[in-house]
């Protein structure tokens, strides 16, 4: 029964910080979706640091997605010395939801074959 309510307490905790932290202009899925695109698109033009900073939006939003967080991850990882690291952690998270996602594995090998792993 402790157990519930502390549950219950970290939950609601969770939400009100969300409220405050995040506003209450979180986009819906339309936007959402809409915001990947350009994201995507902004990596086809090699535009990486503006990529990424739409796509780590969607990401914030839609923690739970896995296409939108594996794209982050690709983005980074395009950024070279400057986002290799940053893109090992996004991979990893991005393992956590797809965990038998064989490219998840393949550009994990990539980054750490980067590093000199």
Known sequence: MVARITMLVVLSASIVLSIIFLGSDVPGPAKLVELHHRGVSLIE???????????????LYAPEEFVPRFNLAVDQLNQAESGVDRAIVTFEEARTLSPYDSHVAYYLGIAHRFLGN
């Open 45 to 59: 033009q090699h535009r990486f640091t503006e990529a990424e900073k739409v796509l780590a939006r969607v990401v």
